[in-house]
């Protein structure tokens, strides 16, 4: 049974920085592109980087860029989101996602809450 | 920024057919992919590559993609349909992933 079990997320305050973690199971992880995609409360699902399966290739979504670092470590089968300069709109539900024609499996996510 | 377009919402009676669209410049080029998310659930992959089901999808969930528009077609729409709906796609460069803004279907 393929599991993405997300943590990390928490209160920081603006300007703060926190770490995801996504625990990846039941498939062969380093055959993957894994990304992440962020929810805000009430809002629609935005996508924020992505990881391609040797770590040879990253992306960001332009809101995050310069901020966020996505990494991932095939050993631990796991992926990681260090989120830098925390804003108040980067207040979200995380979501670990694999892809594999379309994001076919998610987490069940990690609220990241950034306010004073 | 490159945007993927839906309409906010969509109504339609039990047994009914409903259309979802998603307009995008890049469509030609890239596939599309749907999502479904039903309230305080995570989203679940409906369509993949523009048409495809995935296992476990039933048959009235159908994707079709012409020119800069895709349609998410669901035939005898049911109680549980009822969710938002997502598009999603990549910039003409692939290199960038893009959702919708989201389709709220609402089953009267």
Redesign the interface.
């Known amino acids: 049974e393929v599991k993405l079990v997300e943590s990390g997320g928490g209160l920081v305050q603006p300007g703060g920085s926190l770490r995801l973690s996504c625990a990846a199971s039941g498939f062969t992880f380093r055959d993957h592109w894994m990304?992440w995609?962020r929810q805000a409360p009430g809002r629609?699902?935005?996508?924020v980087s992505?990881i391609n399966h040797d770590e040879s290739s990253k992306?960001y979504?332009?809101s995050v860029k310069g901020r966020f670092t996505i990494s991932r470590d095939d050993a631990k089968n796991t992926v990681s989101l260090q989120m830098n300069s925390l804003r108040a709109e980067d207040t979200a539900v995380y979501?670990c996602v694999r892809s594999n024609?379309?994001?076919?499996f998610?987490?069940?996510?990690t609220l990241v809450t950034v306010s004073s | 920024s490159y945007e993927l377009t839906q309409s906010p919402s969509v109504s339609v009676s039990p047994g009914q057919t409903a259309r979802i669209t998603c307009s995008g410049d890049a469509l030609p080029k890239q596939y599309v992919y749907w999502y479904q998310q039903k309230a305080g659930q995570g989203p679940l992959l409906v369509i993949y590559k523009d048409s495809e089901r995935p296992s476990g999808i039933p048959e009235r969930f159908s994707g079709s993609s012409s020119g800069t528009t895709a349609t998410l077609t669901i035939s005898g729409v049911q109680a549980k349909d009822e969710a938002d709906y997502y598009c999603q796609s990549a910039d003409s460069s692939g290199t960038y992933v893009i959702f919708g803004g989201g389709t709220k279907l609402t089953v009267l």
């Open positions: 990304h995609v629609g699902l935005v996508w992505r992306s979504a332009d979501y024609y379309g994001f076919d998610w987490g069940q996510g």
